[in-house]
């Protein structure tokens, strides 16, 4: 078969996300990258850095924007390590990070000088205040892309470095992103690579809703929990139900039906990514699904089902 396209997971978070990740990263022509790498959505990456040097273009904006990205590539992400022990750069080659982002910065700087900054204390206009020279901050002009397909080609570059390489070093041709907030910026992923497949998996709201209360980086109350995925949920449908996907590579996918059918669904899966179907050792099972059906008393499953009747409906669920 041909080489598959790029592929991308999204999610609410708790619906399925790592593991359908897993499940296409085992197939013998798609490397997963295996944690996270969170530089391509999240704040201070790739998306806020293109409108930054276009349509929200002035050199302080995109100066502030290239002070973030680099924070996160050379400080945030490097420091971050997954449940396993590993690092974004460790796990797509360490070298091969850091040539990358080194490569990066001369391609969207368009110069650099240091700007002197007034001594503290008492001084004239024409003479510090003391003894020392005048301190000075190094400052960054950003370029200005008003072709944005140019920048988006330089970003593109370094996606394709570090995930197609780590492709490359796992004997498989293409590769498969997951962070599951990629599923509020499909439109700047498909700028970004526009052949990509974005895999959206869905569970239940009910049951993902159940599955944050119990993780430390979501609210600890339910109607904190509520608060935080009622907002995403509806980001979400509003996108969807103004979008025209006609022509995208989109696969959307319930975790109760993979695990209902599990080996036709894989096939069906696997098809859609234009792929040949492949046994794997991660799988759906209907009882992993259901094993938080009783964490809510009545009133409680109530009130949720009533604060997310809407969504569940929109969603595809009763």
């Keep these: 078969m041909p080489t598959p396209a790029p592929v991308f997971v999204a999610g609410t978070g708790r619906s399925g996300t790592s593991r359908i990740a897993d499940i296409i990263g085992e197939h013998p022509l798609i490397h997963r990258i295996p944690m996270e790498t969170r530089f ?32 996160l590539l050379t400080v945030r992400i490097p420091g971050r390590r997954d449940d396993r022990g590993g690092t974004v750069p460790e796990l797509v080659g360490e070298r091969r990070y ?9 391609r969207l700087v368009a110069c650099a000088y240091d700007e002197p900054t007034p001594a503290e204390g008492f001084g004239d206009a024409d003479r510090p205040a ?22 988006l080609g ?6 394709d470095t570090m995930f197609g390489g780590a492709a490359v070093d796992a004997g498989k041709p293409t590769w498969c992103e997951k962070t599951p907030f990629n599923l509020l910026c499909m439109d700047f992923l498909w700028e970004l690579v526009p052949e990509a497949t974005i895999v959206h998996i869905k569970r ?48 959307e996918v319930k975790a109760e039906d993979l695990a209902a059918d599990w080996p036709g669904q894989r096939r069906a899966l696997f098809a859609q990514l234009g792929v040949d179907d492949a046994v794997t050792a991660a799988t759906f099972q209907s009882h992993k ?30």
């Design 204 to 251: 239940h709201p009910l049951a993902v809703l159940a599955s944050h209360l119990a993780q430390p980086w979501a609210p600890p109350t339910v109607d904190g929990a509520l608060a935080y995925l009622t907002a995403v949920y509806h980001r979400w449908l509003t996108w969807r139900n103004t979008v025209d996907l006609t022509g995208r590579r989109y696969v």
């Design 40 to 71: 391509i959505v999240d704040p201070g990456g790739l998306r806020d850095l293109a409108d930054a040097l276009t349509h929200r273009y002035d050199p302080i904006v995109g100066e502030d924007a290239l002070h973030r990205l680099s924070d």
């Design 154 to 159: 330089i970003l593109r570059d370094l996606v």
């Design 130 to 151: 003391g003894p020392f020279a005048p301190p000075s901050r190094r400052r960054i002009l950003p370029r200005h892309f008003r072709d944005r397909d140019e920048l």
């Design 98 to 106: 850091r040539d990358a982002v080194h490569r990066l910065w001369p």
């Design 289 to 318: 699904l259901a094993h938080r059906d009783n964490q809510f008393d009545d009133e409680t499953r109530e009130y949720v089902r009533a604060a997310l009747g809407t969504i569940i409906t929109a969603m595809g669920y009763e």
